[in-house]
């Protein structure tokens, strides 16, 4: 039954801004939910004329899937005027429109009970809404793809946690990674892949060859031509014929495929899917070409550091046999010196010893222990220039021949100082003799000048010459040693060096057979100076 209005009746219509308003309204009989009257605007919506619509059950104006909640709102909504979001108004052509509806209190008009209810158009405000959230699911999957490039120790690795970081969280239902393999079948190898549409891609018939079908789908496309692909909705795109209803399975819409190119390495895409149609527009697809960028980079990154792990561990296995070539030598070196010098044979080996035991204590790390050994192993080489019978003299030495011997660091220094150490094994022995004050030789070092390793030597080497027997005379026993060196701390010799010596000895944390614990009566406490 149309709707006749008064003229009283028009005047309220109007008010309603019937005939003028943008959205459709329709005048709905509480009663029976029947149309009794709609707008121009309410026609142009829907599809049909003004006398379609007049007669029709509201709940007809809807997808069959919305057609009881909207009885049941409606008859809800009579009493006060109501807000009722998240429908659709199904045009007689058969589209959906998404609408916000409105409905008013009742009004009498032409002796019925009506309510007003306005649909609004929102297409425009859910593309808009649609296109901010795609972008938001694209940086959302950079940021966590971001952290994953700076952890990733392999390029496997860094491809799925990247497609992990993109499918988490978001409408994105797939992303893998193809990569072109050569071939005459040029086929397209699964590198990495993560999603809720996972088994999408079991038995997947694809391919990258320009000559075969299935080369010409997005994916190919965009590996042989090395150019962006969208699909924007799976459902029409012509190029996603073939893949369509395997598509459909997983519930996929639309794909955006992302060149990727290693330089003189492997060609490949990047491909995501969702599960909306028209997911990728610019700003999001700006988002993953940018993603694809760091990828390159990312692998490029990890190949580079494994050639330099692979170069790293070449050289320190070089460096390590070259170790063993030169600890060869300088035992043979140091045998040689014992043969000429036998009452100070096996004085290195203690020394090396106690510098091994003070440096261990103080921290220091196990390579640079061992360039602290080795040096400790050498630091009289210099005296094979020295004449034997001045080494082996069971008197006091003339002053030219302790001169003589006061030479040595520097002869140490000219027979080490061209072999490649990898430490600075000729400058440890050159200074193994200096004092904190600069009374020592040859150079006449003062405090931080002198190498630490240095200062640990000098310490080792007083002990053990002190309380070692010499063939100018008898031990002089270990406390003794010990007693001197603390007599010197921090004069001549470095403190702390001296404290954690001291401790190793008494609190018998080291104990070095050949070296004399006995305390004999000693006066003559300059003969202390000649420490060889």
Request: glycine content about 6%; overall charge negative; proline content about 5%.
């Amino acid at each position: 039954m149309t709707l006749e209005p008064n003229a009283d009746d028009r005047r309220s219509l109007y008010t309603l801004n019937w005939s003028y308003d943008q959205d459709g309204k329709l005048a709905i009989d509480v009663v029976t939910g029947i149309v009794a009257d709609v707008n121009p605007a309410a026609e142009a919506m829907t599809g049909y004329s003004r006398e379609e619509l007049i007669g029709m059950h509201i709940a007809m104006l809807h997808p069959e899937a919305e057609r009881e909640r909207i009885k049941d709102e409606f008859r809800n909504a009579v009493e006060q005027p109501s807000r009722h979001p998240g429908f659709h108004i199904q045009r007689k052509d058969g589209d959906c429109v998404p609408v916000t509806i409105w409905s008013s209190e009742t009004l009498e008009l032409a002796g019925r009970t009506l309510a007003i209810v306005e649909f609004s158009d929102i297409t425009d405000q859910q593309q808009k809404e649609h296109q901010l959230s795609a972008q938001n699911w694209a940086l959302s999957a950079f940021s966590i793809a971001a952290l994953a490039l700076g952890r990733a120790r392999s390029a496997e690795g860094l491809l799925q946690s990247i497609c992990e970081a993109i499918t988490r969280h978001s409408v994105y239902v797939l992303a893998w990674v193809g990569i072109a393999e050569d071939g005459p079948d040029k086929k397209i190898r699964v590198a990495a892949s993560a999603g809720s549409a996972l088994d999408y891609l079991d038995g997947l018939p694809i391919s990258w060859s320009e000559d075969e079908a299935i080369g010409q789908g997005p994916v190919g496309v965009c590996i042989h031509a090395n150019a962006l692909q969208i699909v924007e909705d799976s459902e029409t795109s012509p190029t996603f014929a073939p893949w369509r209803e395997r598509a459909r399975q997983f519930g996929m819409r639309s794909a955006v495929c992302i060149p990727i190119r290693i330089e003189g390495g492997w060609q490949g895409a990047l491909i995501v899917y969702s599960a909306r149609p028209n997911t990728f527009k610019i700003a999001p697809v700006e988002v993953f070409q940018r993603l694809g960028e760091q990828i390159v980079y990312g692998i490029e990154a990890l190949e580079q550091k494994q050639l330099l792990d692979a170069e790293r561990r070449h050289r320190e296995e070089t460096q390590r046999h070259l170790t063993v070539a030169l600890s060869a030598s300088v035992s043979a070196m140091v045998t040689a010196m014992e043969m000429r010098d036998p009452y100070t044979a096996g004085h290195e080996s203690r020394v090396a010893q106690i510098a091994y035991a003070i440096g261990k204590e103080m921290g220091w790390p196990e390579d640079r222990l061992q360039g602290l050994r080795m040096a400790a192993m050498v630091h009289d080489i210099g005296k094979i220039s020295i004449p034997t019978e001045i080494l082996t003299k069971p008197a006091r030495l003339s002053t030219e021949e302790w001169a003589l011997v006061k030479g040595h660091p520097e002869s140490s220094y000219a027979i080490l100082k061209e072999i490649p150490f990898t430490w600075p094994i000729a400058d440890i022995v050159r200074q193994h003799h200096e004092k904190l004050d600069g009374s020592g030789y040859p150079l006449g070092l003062k405090a931080d000048a002198i190498l630490p390793e240095a200062k640990v030597l000098t310490v080792a080497d007083i002990v053990e010459a002190m309380a070692a027997d010499r063939p100018y005379r008898a031990a002089l026993g270990l406390e003794v040693a010990l007693a001197e060196i603390e007599s010197q701390a921090g004069t001549l010799l470095d403190a702390e060096v001296v404290q954690i010596c001291t401790s190793l000895f008494r609190e018998r944390r080291l104990i070095m057979p050949g070296l004399n614990r006995v305390d004999p009566a000693f006066t003559q406490m300059e003969e202390c100076s000649r420490v060889m």
